[in-house]
Protein backbone atom coordinates (compact mmCIF):
# COMPACT_ATOMS: atom_id res chain seq x y z
CA UNK A 1 0.00 0.00 0.00
CA UNK A 2 1.40 3.26 -0.65
CA UNK A 3 -0.15 6.96 -0.14
CA UNK A 4 -0.42 9.70 -2.95
CA UNK A 5 3.28 10.32 -3.35
CA UNK A 6 4.27 7.14 -3.92
CA UNK A 7 5.40 6.35 -0.70
CA UNK A 8 4.73 3.48 1.66
CA UNK A 9 1.26 4.42 3.59
CA UNK A 10 2.03 5.11 7.60
CA UNK A 11 -0.50 2.18 9.03
CA UNK A 12 0.15 3.12 12.75
CA UNK A 13 2.26 5.03 15.06
CA UNK A 14 3.06 4.71 19.03
CA UNK A 15 5.54 5.86 21.78
CA UNK A 16 7.30 3.40 23.08
CA UNK A 17 8.83 4.46 26.43
CA UNK A 18 12.04 2.81 27.77
CA UNK A 19 11.72 2.75 31.82
CA UNK A 20 14.30 1.30 34.47
CA UNK A 21 11.74 -1.57 35.99
CA UNK A 22 9.24 -2.45 33.25
CA UNK A 23 6.45 -4.46 35.47
CA UNK A 24 6.07 -1.53 37.90
CA UNK A 25 5.81 0.60 35.05
CA UNK A 26 3.30 -1.37 33.95
CA UNK A 27 1.60 -1.31 36.60
CA UNK A 28 1.67 2.73 37.03
CA UNK A 29 0.35 3.10 33.61
CA UNK A 30 -2.48 0.96 34.28
CA UNK A 31 -3.40 1.83 37.69
CA UNK A 32 -2.61 5.62 37.41
CA UNK A 33 -3.79 6.11 33.44
CA UNK A 34 -6.25 3.53 33.53
CA UNK A 35 -4.30 1.55 30.97
CA UNK A 36 -5.55 -1.76 29.93
CA UNK A 37 -2.24 -4.18 29.04
CA UNK A 38 -2.83 -5.83 25.60
CA UNK A 39 0.83 -8.12 25.50
CA UNK A 40 3.33 -9.08 26.69
CA UNK A 41 6.93 -10.02 26.20
CA UNK A 42 9.81 -11.25 28.67
CA UNK A 43 13.45 -12.11 29.15
CA UNK A 44 15.95 -13.05 31.15
CA UNK A 45 14.65 -12.64 34.68
CA UNK A 46 10.90 -10.99 33.75
CA UNK A 47 12.82 -7.86 32.12
CA UNK A 48 10.08 -6.66 29.77
CA UNK A 49 11.07 -6.93 26.12
CA UNK A 50 7.91 -5.34 24.97
CA UNK A 51 4.55 -4.68 25.97
CA UNK A 52 1.75 -3.08 24.55
CA UNK A 53 -1.00 -1.17 26.67
CA UNK A 54 -3.78 0.54 25.36
CA UNK A 55 -5.10 3.84 26.57
CA UNK A 56 -8.54 5.07 24.79
CA UNK A 57 -8.38 4.67 21.53
CA UNK A 58 -4.38 4.86 21.58
CA UNK A 59 -1.44 2.72 22.51
CA UNK A 60 1.54 2.85 23.84
CA UNK A 61 4.88 0.12 23.97
CA UNK A 62 6.82 -0.21 27.24
CA UNK A 63 9.97 -1.58 27.32
CA UNK A 64 13.13 -2.27 30.05
CA UNK A 65 16.07 -0.27 29.30
CA UNK A 66 19.06 -2.71 27.67
CA UNK A 67 20.39 -3.23 24.60
CA UNK A 68 21.43 0.63 24.17
CA UNK A 69 18.55 1.75 24.88
CA UNK A 70 18.35 4.32 27.69
CA UNK A 71 15.75 5.01 30.22
CA UNK A 72 15.32 9.25 30.52
CA UNK A 73 17.13 8.82 33.93
CA UNK A 74 19.92 7.45 32.00
CA UNK A 75 20.08 10.29 29.94
CA UNK A 76 19.63 13.35 32.48
CA UNK A 77 15.58 13.62 31.47
CA UNK A 78 13.54 13.06 28.36
CA UNK A 79 13.00 15.67 25.25
CA UNK A 80 9.22 14.21 24.83
CA UNK A 81 6.45 15.67 26.42
CA UNK A 82 3.54 12.31 26.05
CA UNK A 83 0.09 14.47 25.95
CA UNK A 84 -2.78 13.60 27.22
CA UNK A 85 -6.49 14.87 26.14
CA UNK A 86 -8.71 13.44 28.64
CA UNK A 87 -12.48 14.60 30.25
CA UNK A 88 -11.35 15.69 33.34
CA UNK A 89 -7.75 16.86 33.90
CA UNK A 90 -8.19 17.38 37.81
CA UNK A 91 -8.52 13.45 38.22
CA UNK A 92 -6.25 11.97 35.87
CA UNK A 93 -3.70 14.10 37.99
CA UNK A 94 -4.76 13.05 41.40
CA UNK A 95 -4.47 9.47 40.26
CA UNK A 96 -1.31 9.91 38.90
CA UNK A 97 0.03 11.41 41.94
CA UNK A 98 -1.45 8.85 44.22
CA UNK A 99 0.31 6.14 41.88
CA UNK A 100 3.79 8.14 42.39
CA UNK A 101 3.67 10.55 39.74
CA UNK A 102 5.22 14.29 40.14
CA UNK A 103 4.12 18.23 39.33
CA UNK A 104 6.18 19.31 36.94
CA UNK A 105 3.60 22.19 36.35
CA UNK A 106 0.28 22.02 38.43
CA UNK A 107 -3.06 21.74 36.79
CA UNK A 108 -4.85 25.09 36.19
CA UNK A 109 -6.52 27.25 33.99
CA UNK A 110 -4.42 27.92 30.71
CA UNK A 111 -4.58 31.06 28.14
CA UNK A 112 -5.12 28.43 24.98
CA UNK A 113 -8.69 27.32 26.14
CA UNK A 114 -7.84 24.20 28.02
CA UNK A 115 -7.48 23.15 31.98
CA UNK A 116 -4.02 21.25 32.25
CA UNK A 117 -0.80 20.82 33.63
CA UNK A 118 2.20 18.31 33.51
CA UNK A 119 3.17 15.69 35.57
CA UNK A 120 6.44 13.47 35.38
CA UNK A 121 6.30 9.31 36.07
CA UNK A 122 7.95 7.64 38.49
CA UNK A 123 10.33 6.49 35.55
CA UNK A 124 11.11 10.42 34.08
CA UNK A 125 8.83 10.27 31.08
CA UNK A 126 6.50 13.31 31.40
CA UNK A 127 3.03 13.74 30.72
CA UNK A 128 0.81 16.82 29.71
CA UNK A 129 -2.91 16.47 30.59
CA UNK A 130 -5.26 18.58 29.25
CA UNK A 131 -9.42 18.81 29.22
CA UNK A 132 -11.09 21.56 27.05
CA UNK A 133 -12.75 24.37 28.52
CA UNK A 134 -13.38 26.57 25.64
CA UNK A 135 -13.68 26.61 21.79
CA UNK A 136 -11.15 28.74 20.26
CA UNK A 137 -9.95 29.99 17.14
CA UNK A 138 -6.51 29.62 16.11
CA UNK A 139 -6.63 33.63 16.14
CA UNK A 140 -8.08 33.89 19.62
CA UNK A 141 -5.55 31.37 21.30
CA UNK A 142 -2.56 33.09 18.97
CA UNK A 143 -3.52 37.05 20.39
CA UNK A 144 -3.60 35.31 23.74
CA UNK A 145 -0.21 33.56 23.19
CA UNK A 146 1.12 37.52 22.35
CA UNK A 147 -0.46 39.14 25.34
CA UNK A 148 1.35 36.79 27.51
CA UNK A 149 4.43 36.88 25.76
CA UNK A 150 4.67 40.52 24.56
CA UNK A 151 7.61 40.92 22.04
Known sequence: MTNAGGRPALTRL??????????????????????EE?????????RIVHAMLRLGDAVLAVKDAADGDPAPPDLGGTPVIMALDVSD?????????????????????????????????????????SQPLEDLTHDQIQRRTDELYPS
Request: aromatic fraction near 8%; charge should be negative.
Open 38 to 46: IERYTGPEG
Open 14 to 35: HARLVVSDGPRAVDFYCTALGA
Open 89 to 129: ADAVAVAMLRAGASVVHPVADQHYGQRGGRLADPFGHQWMI
